[in-house]
């Protein structure tokens, strides 16, 4: 829901709005991620330098992924007088933080979906972070980069680039993370990257082999498809958020255009995600079947079926639609 | 070998020593990779705009993912009167050049065991790439950065950093590549990221999920192998450069300090992969079995013997080992 009033703001203004923020509470979104995290401590951090008490507030744990950023961080306990958030581009993405509701004084964001639910918001659609608006502000500013601040930062802008593989990350990205690893040349960069790019649980190990070990691939190699059963799932005891990028693993194989995930539900029905590489358009294929999504990613559910039957139909269908749309 | 008269100099007697080349050829190391390639084609593009015929000679035909380097690229066929080498460490890694003996004017790298093999030698061994080294030199004499060179440099770049992974790449890796960004915002940066180091040939994708399928983890997690027979490397049509980047995969398993590759050759020989986490040496346990490398890469062999007991052997001593450095 838009603020009646939301107004975007520049960085003097920002800056302006921070030092005058008093007993505040820093939201960030539900499921949270390197960017959330990492921009709203890096605000915490800044705060703290300004003389203004504020927590990071989320309505899910922090992943101990992200305890480089956490370690050494104690919350005061305090009553808050303000809120701000920090890439968070909808207020439903606070999830079911006590807080949801409340009056958002100011929001510092970067998702082009924002919908100006804040009084105020500073954001820039470009960036590839919400930490790279952050680094831009203080840039602008002449603020000081410390260690924990810069540690955040590179923190967001590494995770919302894939570690800097992914079209968003752009020059200005570079250029922050350049002066990053200038000003504090021993962070441990690449464990971090390791850590949160490389390492998977053995648990995820295992269900990425046999997933890929069973992949179909269509004759023309353009399609590929992967289909993790509810017993695999339940055998190897792999929760929903465990699956993460799940989806991604079919575009591995090389000259594929259009990667199909299934996951069998408990109940037996089937969720389907799919993505889309250079050539395909995967959003009229999950419409097909009653989904939907972006033109690169999209999903749809389909209710039941033998598994043989359903991975069948979807392979051909998403085969003869690509060929359509390549041949156009 | 060293060269009796090898003398290291700065970007600006480089720069003269490229103008004043003429039919030179432009040596880069056997199995080429993205840097050896990017540096050698942007040379090149350099040469070509100073009116210097030129090519590049490699021992090893130039892999089809970096056609977007050599296309729309032909050689002139000329006698050629000069050698100059790109990211080539040592004379050896010529290959089976018919040049591979020639004298080299002039070396251009960024290898710290660089053997002084050239005449002249321009390098940095803080770089994280020759192309890194190339960036520099044009930047520090106003080079303009035309967008082939453009591409063959973020090439280099990309490939010897993991894209932007590794510790090796720096504030200067990031300002290079900002700037070529700035300069350069549509080339089609993450396709290439997909294609260099996400895409997987469909029998490299096998493989994998076979090996990481049947990955053995030791009881307290922090070791890791992986087994491929020559059965299995013989019925999935594997070449020795198929397995490139292999002995990375164990260390994909959070929590893993040392992983162990053992690929079987035809004749029953074993070919031991070691990689070290942070707090592993692996240097020594290859040493226990008569090899040797780095600290954090390192490798032996076994002659001969079952494969259960080598590999149960292996995970044995290098879980003992562990424990006594760590311990220590």
Redo the contacts between chains.
Sequence with gaps: MEHETCREIGTAETLAVLRSLEDAEILIHRSPDGDCIGSGYALYHLLKRFGIRSRVCCADPIPSLYDSITAGVTFEDFPAKMYISADVADRKLFGELPQKDAEIALCIDHHVSNTHYAKLLHWDHNASAACEVLYELMRAHDLPLTREIALCLYIGMATDTG?????N???????A???I??QY?DLP???L???L??????GR??L??????N?R?SED?RVALIFASADLLRSLKVTEEDTDGMANLP?????VEVGITVKQKPDGSYRISMRGG?DANVSVIAQHFGGGGHVKASGCSIADGDPEDVCGMLMDVASAMLRGQTEA
């Design positions: 570690c800097f593989q992914f079209s990350a752009g020059a200005g990205t570079f250029a993370v350049a002066e690893k200038r040349p960069y690449a464990r990257n390791r850590e790019f490389v390492m998977k649980a053995p190990i295992a990425d082999a046999s997933l890929m070990q992949i691939i190699g575009m591995q194989v090389r000259g250079d």
